[in-house]
Each structure stands twice: as structure tokens, then as C-alpha cells.
T-cell receptor, first 113, second 114 residues
Framework: EDQVTQSPEALRLQEGESSSLNCSYT??????LFWYRQDPGKGPEFLFT???AGEEKEKERLKATLTKKESFLHITAPKPEDSATYLC??????????????FGAGTRLAVHP | AAGVIQSPRHLIKEKRETATLKCYPI?????VYWYQQGPGQDPQFLIS???????DKGSIPDRFSAQQFSDYHSELNMSSLELGDSALYFC?????????????FGPGTRLLVL
């Protein structure tokens, strides 16, 4: 069964304190791994898509990497406006449909000044 | 850039009533997905449509139905509402025909069943 596990559940950082969020996955035939940012009561905002092991993508203070079993979202010198829940999702090619996203429970990030 | 549009943004219904949620995908996107997100939970896939045909089905109750119209907008119809249906309902869209799998989410409809 396709599964996504994110850790930690919650993370508190001081402004400027870099860290990483982890997303471990089990999926039949990975078609893509996605990172989203979600603010309370709002829709998930797309950040990155990763398709194959070894791939990396960057956007401002964020960098996403992918291996065959997990993905990391590295946050460099975070600012308070980076506070949000970060969701990891996978799209697999197994039975039950190939295009739905399976989400992890998310990491709630709080960055304090 | 144009985003996914959902309406209404907020909806309050009584138990056993019906509700219709609407989703307008990003222009030229041909695939629409519906997700349900309960309080403190991750989004759960309900159903998807590609080129107006049902593409995939997840944990959607039999009381719910959905369709995609010729202009690619989609509607989620919910009947015999229960208290447990209170949640955020998100629509997402993508362009499968252009092999772009990334799903872009709308702002959501917050449904409260009393």
C-alpha cells in the first residue's frame, strides 16, 4: 500500500536557523513526489515536483532533494514568513489509479524572530 | 497567473441537506481532482475527472457524486449531509494531456454541517 510519512510533526526554529524536513515514502512506481506549503484554512500552494532519485530543485530559501526512499526539504536561514505546514505527497503508478496524490500528515513549521 | 477557482468559499448546511461545490480549473487544464481535508488532517483524495470522464475514485461516500462539464469545470454534489462531512474541500487541476502531472489547488470550500 502506498504510504507517506513526514517528520518531524512540528518544528520550531529561530529566524536564520537552518533545518531539514523529511518525507519517507513507499509507493508502487513513483510518478512524482510533490512538496506543498499550506497556511491555515487555505489551499496547498505548490512548491516543487521531483521525478527521479538524485534530482534537486531550489526556490529562494528552500531546496528539495529526492532519493529512492525519501525526500528532504532543506530550509536555509528561514524567516518568520516561512511559518506554515509543509506537505509531501506522492503520485504512484500502482493499482487504484495512478494520478491521485497521497499526502503525508505534514510538518508544522514555526519560525520565531 | 490564473488559479483554480472554487465557490462558494464558505457553506453552512443542516444535517440531511444537500450541497453543491463548484470548481473552475486553470485554463487549458483538462484534469480535475477533489480532496477532503478534515481538521488537523492531510487532504484525502475523493475523485478525479479527465476530459469529462471519471478517471479515478478514492474514499468518496456513495452520498456524494461529481461530474466534469464541457467547459471543464466540475461540481461535487453532496446529499444527506452528516456532521462528519464538515471539512475543507479542495479542488485541484492539472494538464494530463501535456504530461504535466503537478496538481494546483484552489482556495477550498469550508463546509460546516450543523
Amino acid at each position: 500500500e502506498d504510504q507517506v510519512t513526514q517528520s518531524p510533526e512540528a518544528l520550531r526554529l529561530q529566524e536564520g536557523e537552518s533545518s531539514s524536513l523529511n518525507c519517507s515514502y513507499t509507493v508502487s512506481g513513483l510518478r512524482g513526489l510533490f512538496w506543498y506549503r499550506q497556511d491555515p484554512g487555505k489551499g496547498p500552494e505548490f512548491l516543487f515536483t521531483l521525478y527521479s532519485a538524485g534530482e534537486e530543485k531550489e526556490k529562494e530559501r528552500l531546496k528539495a532533494t529526492l532519493t529512492k526512499k525519501e525526500s528532504f526539504l532543506h530550509i536555509t536561514a528561514p524567516k518568520p514568513e516561512d511559518s506554515a505546514t509543509y506537505l509531501c505527497a506522492v503520485q504512484g503508478g500502482g493499482s487504484g489509479g495512478y494520478n491521485k496524490l497521497i499526502f503525508g500528515a505534514g510538518t508544522r513549521l514555526a519560525v520565531h524572530p | 497567473a490564473a488559479g483554480v477557482i472554487q465557490s462558494p468559499r464558505h457553506l453552512i448546511k443542516e444535517k440531511r441537506e444537500t450541497a453543491t461545490l463548484k470548481c473552475y480549473p486553470i485554463p487549458r487544464h483538462d484534469t480535475v481532482y477533489w480532496y477532503q481535508q478534515g481538521p488537523g488532517q492531510d487532504p484525502q483524495f475523493l475523485i478525479s475527472f479527465y476530459e469529462k470522464m471519471q478517471s479515478d475514485k478514492g474514499s468518496i461516500p456513495d452520498r456524494f457524486s461529481a461530474q466534469q462539464f464541457s467547459d471543464y469545470h466540475s461540481e461535487l454534489n453532496m446529499s444527506s449531509l452528516e456532521l462528519g462531512d464538515s471539512a475543507l474541500y479542495f479542488c485541484a487541476s492539472s494538464s494530463r494531456s501535456r504530461n504535466r502531472e503537478t496538481q494546483y489547488f484552489g482556495p477550498g470550500t469550508r463546509l460546516l454541517v450543523l
